[in-house]
């Protein structure tokens, strides 16, 4: 099959994968694969469908993405419980699908009472959050984002996201699989994908709040920008790894009480694995997967990283030495199939106490060192906002020729990413989305603006003190 004949028969995939409600497209499955059971995978993500919406928006299909963002805020309103507990109103389901009831078509949402594990889908609110402000920058539609149940629905996640809690740090405390990797991999505390993330979705609350003002929505606004200050100071200095941080860490002081603390976290050298060195070098950066009391988890997440480089949470040296690390660790972090969710994998005595010896999460399966090819519409993005050039048209030809002749898999396994998933879905629906988002964009870099926040943070970037 050549490009065209590829591009054309993913649309088409996508066509098949659109659920409809009463007659209106409302979202896509997430895998049309006929063979294994379908588990949840015949259900809506929300997660999964935020990259889809982005190769609908990128494309000028807009009502999709609007049907789903009001069926969501609608299932966000109703009461979700668990063993008798109910959770807080400003939750999203991780998936929902249709069911006939009655000769009636109504929608049944799971927000973790049905999933394997029973987690709980932190991510879901965000990413619809950030879909928002996507739709509206793309269509331009005001009267859809500005109607009563909008931008209440934004308020009621706000007042979930911005508690008072426990800490003295910006960050939000997350349990394990609370996100794209939700199952067991020792993420609990605070993972950088959901740090990043809650920054975006803070960032497109504040821009869809701001259309509609007010003495209620000047009140969240005035608190967003407080927090996405802390947030940006916190990210850029204690999740931050380079050379000169690495440095520091290991001469660092140990047992420091007080405020004058210089290794606030206290860190021990002896902690730091034998790969991050080399994989540092002279000139690479990325921020670490998780940081909390003693603990720094030196995982590169890659979801985490790209976005912060997409949405300027990252300031701009930061961002050169991602993509300079993107580009030097390329045979790890991506091989034959961009990219690893996760890397490096978890493996021996590691694997069996973090993962709680899942065989799923295998070393370089899954979430643990797997690639998943929906991260290339991250990675094209962010090649259309920088100069760089992982993606050029001769390799990403290559990636789109195997994705198609491997049936669009989920995922892929091995270290260098080349066999397919051991038990992946095919015909999975954000492969195929993130293949033509990612396409659209290499033919059209400068769309990749609009899904990039300016780097001027209201609030200031600084810590107050
Ligand atoms: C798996 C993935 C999750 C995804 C879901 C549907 O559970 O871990 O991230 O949303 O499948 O594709």
Known sequence: MNNKDILAAAWQQLEKATVHHKGRPIGTVAALDPGPTALNYDQIFTRDFFVSALAFLLNDKFEIVKNFLSVTADLQAIDKSMDCFKAGRGLMPASFKTIRENDKERLLADFGEH???????????????????LYFTFSGDREFVVQEKIPKTIKAILDLYLVDRFELIPTLLVPDGAFMIDRRMGMYGHPLDIEVLFYAALRASREMLALTPGKENKKYINEIDHRVGHLVYHIRTYYWIDKARLDKMLTNETEEFGTDATNKYNLYSASIPDWVPAWVGE?????????????????FLTLGNLLAVMTSLADDDQQQKILNLIEHQWEVVAGEMP?????????GREWHIITGADPKNSPWSYHNGGSWPFLLCLLAAV????????????????IAKKLQRDDWPEYFDGRDGSLVGKEARKLQTWTIAGYIAAHTLMENPK???????????????ACPL
């Open 447 to 461: 769309k990749a603006a609009l899904l990039s926040f300016n780097s001027e943070v209201s609030g200031g970037a």
């Open 339 to 347: 990219m690893k969710v996760c890397c490096p994998a978890l493996e």
């Open 283 to 299: 000139n690479n950066g990325y921020f670490a997967g998780n940081i909390g009391p003693g603990r720094m988890d030196f995982r």
């Open 383 to 398: 090649e259309a906002k920088t100069d760089r050039t992982f993606l050029t048209k001769g390799a990403f030809n290559a």
């Open 115 to 133: 999933a394997i594990g029973r987690v709980t889908p932190v991510d879901s609110s965000l990413w619809w959050l950030l879909l928002l402000r």
